[in-house]
């Protein structure tokens, strides 16, 4: 299999390419910064097994996960985190990004844009194949986004991404232009995610049931087995010389394989982890994080996901959130505060925005989120909401004020759990009735899919983690087009905003290739947002990995997974 070292490519990571117009759009991108905290204090890679031994070719790392098991292990279909995760061990995107936050080569080694915006012309590195021998060329680019575009396919994130992409035309093997519909600030940002990583269309054509179970890509991994409801076995790529950005390992990866368990149960791992018998696991629980720096054997890697806060949004189509007052009223009672500071102990920061704080263009505005009741309860009287029922819940027409908030078991910790039911006590003061509602992955989907015949959704409230790279993502979650499903059935929209004046900023800074003004934008959307009390912002997406008997474990610049292209077990 002849495969070309992006090492041996003009465009090495970090290098600055001519006229690569498009790579500047990515200025205002997030700087996530690699946090390798080392538990003994202060420590780097070399100390992720506490000193415990050297590192050491070969072998099997076990990595015990916590989110919900993919139905699908191909990102395209769909697309959330649980597929992210896994998919980066064995899928590549045309593009990466640095620590630093800039756009970079990967499968994709140079790019350029017209002066309308309209055309990108990308250039794909030489002789790169897939893990079945399958070309990675501008032909195989065609048939990925034209898959994502496929209703069929039942994509919801990629198909996002790819929304402006009006036409791909192979113009040689290693030259691909796209044809956009109109231009995309966002479309580098948007190619660098899992969810519209690279696939083998050999593997694409068998259809979608043998690719759900074993997507073939070009990344350093191949998936070689999967039992649901245990584990998917990952075997080492021999041939594999495409590393991102972020690797320092120039060819196949040091481990010999991978085997991903399903542990949902967060004691079940952090007892496994200390054991040895994992050696990474995610979802820590804060009380764990805490117990693991504590000690010196552990390494805790802290990666805030890009795009999106976790938030609660405010279901403004239906009452009673279609009210601003009532929006207020709730934020104003809610109180999140001392939780956060209590059930999160230190491992959260209280968010004021929209935006994750890797974000460089998020806006904060602490002002609008003071707990007030007495003016929470004035408002309500104000909307009409002034009588009280036996149980000391507000009423209005014969109506309780009801707020029903499904909750994700997979996607909210216990700490976040709790957090919602300080939230439910909280609000009751002021007479709110907050029906909280634990649900599984598939279940929670189901309770936010768009109302038939015209009816009314199933929630009031949500908690809904978004991960997009960038702030394209605020058009992704407040865009009043994104109140309208995507092929899987989800909608992104889910406070049910339609703005004709925030829409027209949405678009405008989709548009802009100024970065300057691109970023003045976001501003003013981010501020419409917060002050029409659409969302209560939570913390950023939180994103923690233990280590133990490892070492070199990083995570991507993009979406903030892990890659174990560098890591190497210690003996």
Same mark, same amino acid.
């Given at each position: ?50 000193? #415990? ?5 070969? /072998? @099997? ?61 990308? $250039? ?8 079945? /021998? ?69 593997? !694409? ?16 991994? %191949?998936?070689?087995?999967? %039992? ?11 041939? *594999?010389?495409?590393?991102? +950005? ?9 481990? &010999? ?6 542990? +949902? ?6 007892? #496994? ?7 990474? !696991?995610?979802?820590?629980?804060? &009380? ?42 709730? !934020? ?30 998020? =806006? ?28 000391? *819940? ?8 009801? %707020? ?18 300080? !939230? ?25 899919? #768009? ?10 409230? %949500? ?14 979650? =407040?865009?009043?087009?994104? $109140? ?49 009390? *659409? ?22 610049? @993009?979406?903030? @997974? ?10």
């Amino acid at each position: 299999m002849a495969v070309a070292r992006l090492s041996d490519l003009p465009a090495r990571r970090g290098a600055r390419l001519p006229g690569r117009r498009g790579a500047h759009l990515a200025a205002g991108a997030a700087a996530l910064a690699l946090v390798l905290a080392a538990c003994s204090g202060g420590g780097g890679d070399d100390d992720a097994a506490g000193g #415990a031994g050297e590192p050491v070719d070969g /072998g @099997t790392l076990v990595y015990a996960t916590g989110d919900a098991e993919p139905t699908c292990l191909d990102p395209h279909v769909g697309g959330n985190y649980p597929q992210a995760l896994i998919s980066t061990q064995y899928l590549e995107p045309l593009v990466g990004r640095d620590a630093d936050g800039e756009i970079q080569p990967w499968l994709a080694t140079d790019w350029q844009v017209s002066d309308d915006g309209l055309t990108w012309d990308l $250039t794909l590195a030489d002789d790169v194949t897939f893990t079945d /021998g399958t070309p990675m060329d501008a032909e195989a680019v065609k048939v990925n986004i034209e898959h994502l575009q496929d209703p069929d396919t039942a994509s919801s994130t990629g198909w996002l991404a790819v929304q402006k992409i009006a036409e791909v035309e192979p113009v040689d093997e290693t030259h691909v232009r796209l044809h956009l519909s109109e231009p995309d600030s966002a479309l580098l940002e948007s190619l660098s995610m899992q969810w519209t990583a690279m696939q083998s269309p050999a593997g !694409i054509a068998r259809g979608m049931e043998e690719n759900c179970a074993a997507p073939i890509g070009t990344g350093p991994f %191949v998936v070689a087995d999967w %039992v649901p409801q245990q584990h998917v076995v990952l075997e080492r790529n021999e041939d *594999y010389s495409t590393p991102g +950005p972020q690797a320092e390992n120039d060819g196949p990866a040091h481990l &010999e394989r991978i085997e991903w368990r399903f542990l +949902p149960d967060p004691a079940t791992r952090w007892a #496994a982890l200390q054991s040895g018998e994992v050696h990474v !696991i995610d979802n820590p629980e804060p &009380e764990v994080i805490v117990a693991a720096e504590a000690g010196g054997e552990f390494t805790h890697i802290d990666a805030p996901r890009p795009g999106s806060v976790n938030r609660i949004e405010l279901n403004s189509s239906q009452p009673p959130f279609d009210d601003v007052r009532v929006r207020q009223a709730f !934020i104003y009672s809610a109180d999140v505060d001392p939780g956060i500071e209590t059930l999160y102990q230190g491992v959260a920061t209280r968010s004021h925005s929209p935006l994750s704080s890797v974000e460089p263009t998020a =806006y904060s505005d602490p002002s609008l989120f003071v707990t007030d009741l007495e003016e929470a309860g004035r408002l309500l009287d104000e909307a009409g909401w002034s009588e009280v029922d036996d149980e000391g *819940y507000r009423v209005r027409d014969g109506e309780r004020l009801t %707020v029903r908030l499904p909750v994700s078991t997979n996607q909210s910790v216990a700490a976040e759990q709790s957090l919602f039911e300080q !939230i439910q006590a909280n609000t009751r003061q002021v007479g709110f009735e907050v029906v909280l509602t634990p649900l599984d992955l598939s279940a929670w989907y189901g309770a936010l899919a #768009a109302p038939e015949d015209g009816g009314e959704n199933q929630y009031e409230a %949500v908690s809904a983690p978004y991960t997009k790279v960038g702030p394209d993502v605020l058009r992704i979650l =407040y865009h009043s087009d994104s $109140t309208v499903p995507a092929p899987s059935g989800y909608f992104a929209n889910l406070s049910q905003v339609t703005d004709d004046e925030l829409d027209a900023l949405l678009d405008e800074a989709a548009r802009s290739t100024d970065p300057e003004r691109r970023a003045d934008l976001y501003t003013e959307v981010q501020k419409r947002v917060l002050e029409g009390y *659409y969302i209560l912002p939570l913390y950023d997406q939180q994103n923690h990995f233990l280590t133990r008997g490892v070492t070199d474990v990083r995570t991507l610049g @993009t979406v903030s @997974t892990p890659t174990f292209v560098d890591a190497r077990l210690t003996s």
